[in-house]
């Protein structure tokens, strides 16, 4: 993969305190173009809050970070037309049928009519759902959900996708179809920061990992680069090796760093 000189996302320094509660701790990570970023943690480690402060949805106590350059503090409108945004929740609207809720997203971003009618036949195709594009969503699947959910995001050609644990209750073979999306999205050189809990996928598609721990970025390398630092065959094994806890441990501060607040732009 071709990596970029300017990287997409850079955060330096970025703390976040929730009262008492130091949820980030001076984090600092660059993320180059066109490659996938996976940070990896346990519930509390700071990954959503860190995602919610790159998306413009929380403003961090200290530090900076850019987003396809853009300050996202100071530049935040021009932030918010650069990304999208697919969480483990889905934002579909199960009333509406696919295809609305694709014209609807791509009316959101003032697409042209002609160009916007193009854009969601395209969505749907790529995405397989141009059979189902007139049923309402409701009766869709899950992993069909998903998948609308991302073609939902795709409408207006976000530079940078934040993808926070996007798999979650999916199938395996659902899983394995987002994979190969991602994939496809690489190839275009959009960038994509990916919280995940599922190891496997971090080993499937991304190129580094940071590993969030209580707050930290506590290491950071390419899946190999951490397996061989650790002496460990799997990424869990270097979670263990290296926080003395492994990645899918549930902490019990793990409120602090929710999901349930506000949907990120698209």
């Known amino acids: 993969m071709t990596q970029h000189t300017a990287p997409a996302i850079e955060v330096a320094g970025i703390t976040k305190s929730y009262d008492e509660h130091q949820v980030l701790r001076g984090i600092d990570l660059a993320v180059p173009t066109g490659t996938v970023y996976a940070l990896l943690?346990?519930?509390?480690?700071?990954?959503?809050?860190?995602?919610?402060?790159?998306?413009t949805l929380l403003t961090a106590d200290g530090g900076e970070a850019r987003v396809c350059g853009y300050d996202v503090r100071a530049r935040a409108n021009e932030v918010r037309r650069s990304i999208g945004m697919t969480g483990q929740f889905?934002?579909?609207?199960?009333?509406l049928t696919g295809r609305e809720n694709l014209r609807l997203m791509a009316d959101l971003a003032h697409l042209r009519k002609p160009d916007a009618r193009a854009r969601v036949?395209?969505?749907?195709?790529?995405f397989g759902l141009t059979d189902a594009a007139d049923r309402r969503a409701a009766t869709y699947s899950g992993g069909?959900?998903?998948r609308l959910d991302l073609a939902m995001t795709l409408v207006s050609r976000?530079?940078?996708?934040?993808?926070?644990?996007?798999?979650t209750g999916l199938?395996?073979?659902?899983?394995?179809d987002l994979w190969q999306i991602v994939r496809e999205l690489l190839t275009e050189g959009v960038t994509i920061l990916l919280t995940t809990q599922y190891l496997d996928e971090v080993d499937q598609l991304a190129e580094t990992v940071g590993l969030l721990d209580n707050g930290r970025l506590v290491a950071e390398g390419s899946p190999a680069e951490l397996k061989e630092r650790a002496g460990g065959e799997t990424l869990d094994d270097v979670f263990l090796a290296l926080t003395g806890h492994p990645a899918t441990d549930d902490h019990d501060d793990h409120h602090h760093d929710d999901h349930h607040d506000q949907e990120a732009p698209r």
């Open 41 to 55: 943690g346990p519930n509390g480690a700071g990954k959503t809050t860190m995602i919610r402060i790159l998306a």
């Open 171 to 176: 199938d395996p073979r659902s899983r394995r």
């Open 90 to 95: 889905s934002a579909v609207d199960e009333l």
């Open 158 to 167: 976000p530079a940078v996708i934040f993808l926070d644990e996007p798999t």
């Open 144 to 146: 069909m959900k998903r």
């Open 121 to 126: 036949d395209e969505l749907l195709v790529r």
